[in-house]
C-alpha cells in the first residue's frame, strides 16, 4: 500500500481504539455511578462512601460525589464532625436533592440537636416531592422521638446525677447496686474479676464497698454468694434484717438468701416460695416487710409479639402461704419490655424501667404512685431531667432517705458498659419522726397528713410503722400544715416549715410526743 494510505489507515485505528476506550471507560463509570447510587438510597452509607470515594479517584470534579460522601460520612464513620459544609449546599446540591432535609434531620439527630432535626423534618414534610408511606411514617417517628429528647433535656435539672467515684465501676459491667444503711455500704455485681476465663459468656459476683469518711473504698467479692449471668443480674436487700435474695443462676434457678451474721455473709439457701410461685425470673425484688415479690415475666401481643410485663405475688397473711404472680397494672404495663422493679417502703411509689410510654431512648426509669382508696396505678411518670438518657437507664434503688438513689445506666460516660450512678433528688428534704403517747407508748399505724402552703391543693400522707416511726419527702423550703389521725380521730395539728436553713443537713426530725392515750 502507498506510505500516505498506511498513514491514514493508522490514524483511523488510533481514532477507533480511542473511542472504544472512551467509551468503555464511560460505561464502567456510569455502572459504577448506578452501583453507589443504589447503596445511597437504599441507605447503605458506609458502602456508598466507598464506591462513591472510588468515583471521585476516576472523576475527582464529579460534585454529586463529593457531595454525597459528606452525607456519608456524617452518617457513618464521622458522626460528630461539622455540619457546615452540608448546609454550605442547600442552595445547591441541597436545592437538587429533594431528600437533602431528610439526610439533615437524621444527621442533627446523631448529633444531639433535636430542635434543629425537627425543623428539618417539618421542612422536608413541605418538599413537593412524592413520598412513600414507608418515608413518610420514618421521618414522622424520627421526629417524634426528636421531640420528646428535645423536651426532656430542655427541662430545669431536678437531681443532681453523679458517676459513683472510686473502684467501684471498673471498666467492666456493673448492675444491682443496693445501699446498706446500717454499715454504709453498697452491694452489687460486677464481672472485673473473671472465675472462669475459659468461659466465653461474663461472669459476674456479688461485691461489697464501704464508705468512710464519705470516700468509697475498694470493693471486696463475696465468693460464696454463687457466680451469675447476665440474664440473671438482680440483688434484693433487706436491710432492716439483714438479708440478701439473690437468684440462683442454673437451670432450676430460683430465690435463695444469705444473712449478715458475725461480719460475714451467709452461705444461701433456699427460700419455701420456689415451691409456690412459678415462673418466678431473675429481675426481682422483695419488700422490707417479705410479703411482696416483684419480677418480670415474658408476655405477648395480641399480634404475637413477646415482651417484658412486670408482675406481682402477694403473701398470704393467714396461711403464709405465696399467691400465684399476677399481671401488677395495664397502665403500668406496655406493649414493649417493662423490668427491674423497686417498691418504695411504704409501698406507694413503684420505680422501673422500660422501652414503652414514649421512652426518649432503650430503657427509661419510670413511677407511678399507688392510690389506696382506688386501688390503681397511677399513669407512669419518667424520672425527670438528667436521670434518663438516650441509652439504657435501669434499677433504680431509693436509698433510705428517700430523696438519693443507686442506678445503673450505659450512658456515654459510663467507663465499661454499664455503670453504677448516684441521684439527689434537688430541693427536696427528708421529713422524719416517731409518735409516742401520753404514756410513752409508740403510735402504730396513725397517718400523718401535711397539707402544702404554696400549693393548697397538695397532700401528703405517711402512716407510722411498727415503731412508731415515719419519714416522707417534701418540698425545700415550703410549710405544711400538719394533721395526725387515728382510729379516725384527728388528735392533733401542727405547723412546721421546711425551710432551706433547716435542711443543710439534708433532713428534718420531728419527734411527737402528744397527751393522746389509746381508748380502752
Known amino acids: 500500500l502507498p506510505f500516505h494510505t498506511v498513514k491514514y ?8 481504539c480511542f473511542f472504544l476506550l472512551s467509551k468503555s471507560h464511560a460505561q464502567k463509570l456510569e ?48 458522626p460528630n464532625k461539622s455540619t457546615k459544609m452540608l448546609e454550605g449546599y442547600a442552595k445547591t446540591q441541597g436545592r437538587k436533592d429533594k431528600f437533602y432535609h431528610y439526610w439533615m434531620a437524621m444527621i442533627y439527630f446523631n448529633q444531639g440537636r433535636y430542635k434543629e432535626s425537627i425543623d428539618a423534618c417539618q421542612r422536608f414534610y413541605v418538599v413537593n416531592q412524592f413520598k412513600t408511606k414507608e418515608i413518610r ?46 454499715r454504709q455500704s453498697l452491694l452489687f455485681l460486677s464481672s472485673h474479676k473473671r472465675i472462669n476465663f475459659n468461659s466465653k459468656n461474663e461472669n459476674f459476683h456479688v461485691f461489697e464497698a464501704q464508705k468512710i469518711n464519705g470516700e468509697w473504698h475498694a470493693p471486696k467479692m463475696i465468693h460464696h454468694l454463687h457466680t451469675f449471668s447476665e440474664q440473671n443480674i438482680s440483688i434484693s436487700l433487706i436491710d432492716d434484717k439483714d438479708k440478701l435474695y439473690v437468684y440462683k443462676d442454673s437451670e432450676d434457678g430460683h430465690l435463695q438468701y444469705s444473712d449478715y451474721k458475725a461480719h460475714r455473709w451467709s452461705v444461701p439457701e433456699g427460700h419455701h416460695m420456689n415451691s409456690e410461685v412459678t415462673e418466678l425470673t431473675a429481675h426481682f425484688f422483695i419488700n422490707e416487710e417479705e410479703n411482696k415479690l416483684l419480677f418480670s415475666q415474658k408476655s405477648t401481643t395480641k399480634d404475637g409479639i413477646e415482651h417484658l410485663d412486670i408482675v406481682q405475688s402477694e403473701k398470704d397473711t393467714v396461711n403464709g402461704t405465696w399467691q400465684q404472680p399476677k399481671i401488677l397494672s395495664d397502665s403500668i404495663n406496655s406493649d414493649m419490655d417493662e423490668d427491674f422493679p423497686f417498691l418504695s417502703r411504704d409501698g406507694k411509689t413503684l420505680y422501673f424501667s422500660s422501652k414503652g410510654h414514649n421512652s426518649i431512648g432503650g430503657y427509661d426509669i ?29 434499677q433504680y434503688n431509693v436509698t433510705e432517705d428517700l430523696t438519693t438513689a443507686y442506678y445503673v445506666s450505659n450512658k456515654k460516660q459510663s467507663k465499661g458498659g454499664y455503670d453504677i450512678y448516684f441521684s439527689k433528688e434537688l430541693n427536696k428534704t427528708l421529713v422524719s419522726g416517731s409518735l409516742t403517747d401520753a404514756d410513752g407508748r409508740t403510735i402504730v399505724g396513725a397517718k400523718l397528713v401535711f397539707n402544702s402552703q404554696k400549693n393548697p391543693d397538695v397532700f401528703l400522707d405517711v ?40 435542711t443543710k443537713a439534708g433532713s428534718l426530725v420531728y419527734d411527737f410526743s402528744l397527751a393522746w392515750a389509746k381508748k380502752d
Open 366 to 394: 419510670f413511677k407511678s404512685e399507688y392510690d389506696k382508696v382506688t386501688e390503681k396505678w397511677s399513669k407512669p411518670e419518667a424520672l425527670k431531667n438528667p436521670i434518663n438518657s438516650i441509652e439504657d437507664d435501669i
Open 137 to 182: 411514617d420514618e421521618v414522622k417517628e424520627l421526629q417524634r422521638i426528636a421531640e420528646l429528647r428535645y423536651y426532656y433535656f430542655k427541662q430545669t435539672p431536678h437531681y443532681k446525677v453523679e458517676h459513683v467515684s472510686g473502684k467501684l465501676n471498673s471498666g467492666h459491667n456493673e448492675y444491682s447496686p443496693v445501699y446498706c444503711e446500717k
Open 463 to 502: 402512716f407510722t410503722d411498727e415503731k412508731g416511726e415515719f419519714k416522707i419527702k417534701a418540698d425545700t423550703g415550703d410549710a405544711f400544715s400538719l394533721e395526725i389521725w387515728v382510729e379516725g380521730e384527728c388528735i392533733h395539728k401542727d405547723n412546721l416549715i421546711v425551710s432551706s436553713e433547716a
Open 31 to 78: 455502572k459504577k455511578k448506578i452501583r453507589a447510587e443504589s447503596f445511597f438510597y437504599t441507605e447503605k452509607f458506609e458502602k456508598a462512601r466507598l464506591a462513591y470515594e472510588e468515583l471521585l479517584n476516576l472523576e475527582p470534579d464529579y460534585k454529586t460525589a463529593i457531595y454525597r460522601v459528606e452525607i456519608c460520612s456524617l452518617l457513618t464513620i464521622s
Open 9 to 16: 489507515t493508522t490514524i483511523l485505528f488510533v481514532i477507533s
